[in-house]
């Protein structure tokens, strides 16, 4: 049975790749949360080491962060996948050669075991009816010693706009579905063992709530589900939304976003050996 509040793989698809054009001018919380895990990857890794490493940014959209991932300096392939063929044909038509361009999906990501060095993903989990299936592919690809870096949003994410259409609109939902912060931790554990959960409830500032409407849309992330209206919104229905939207003590408006960062290297095989001097034996802890 198809949950009423989750969105079809086909809707999303089309929805973002109906927006590449769009996209990069008003992705600033892509960037902003995309940008946080390109410093955490700068960081020195004992794991890494330097070595030439293969990289796939998984969800890569238009390719932003897919081509600043190039200037890591240990990269000798990348690859941008997403879901959407139109955004991935935008991609590749506004990126330099050398990068690989694939549409696939996370939950069955086209790639060999042991294949990545590095997997990157920004904001494209949480458009996943459940995390753990696109976190075991995840480790299944990565090579020993690999690294993953992937953010998300979670539930509580836009609350002041699902506030304010349950005023103007109850009964009908606008806002997508976002994982609940307690699930999506339990997913990460059972998946990633001593995976790092960094989390932060970001603001950003709009002009007004119609601002905020028109960069989701612009984004390709409006609401999606299947019990979504299929016609255009009554502008009563809007104006309605916006005199309930809340104002800021000081004035003006803003959205909050309640932002996840997973960070996690696959454990290398070197580091799981341990002498038992009591024993007089090597054992492999898994």
Sequence with gaps: MIDAYLASKTDIARGFGTARATYESVSRLQRLMGNAMFEELQQPSASQNNLPCHVLD???????????????????????MDLSPGMI?????????????VVGDAESIPLPDQSCDLIFSNLMIQW????????RECRRVL?????L????????????LDQAWNQADPGQKHINRFEPEAAFRAAVSRELSEAKIETKTLRLPYSSPLALAAE?????????AANRRMTVTAPGRLRAMCRNYPVEPEGGFVASYEAAW????S???NDKTQIDTRMGQTSLYG
């Design 216 to 224: 989701l849309k612009q984004l390709g992330a409006g609401y999606k």
């Design 143 to 147: 090579r020993p010693g690999g690294r």
């Design 262 to 265: 997973v960070y996690w290297s």
């Design 89 to 101: 044909g935008h991609a590749g038509a506004s990126s330099p050669s050398g990068i690989d361009w």
């Design 58 to 80: 998984l969800g890569c959209g238009t390719g932003w962060f897919t081509r600043k991932l190039v200037g890591l300096g240990c990269v000798v392939s990348i690859m941008g």
């Design 149 to 160: 870096a992937i953010s998300t949003l979670l539930e509580g994410t836009l609350w002041e």
């Design 128 to 135: 996943c009816t459940d995390p753990a299936p696109v976190l």
């Design 267 to 269: 454990p290398d095989i």
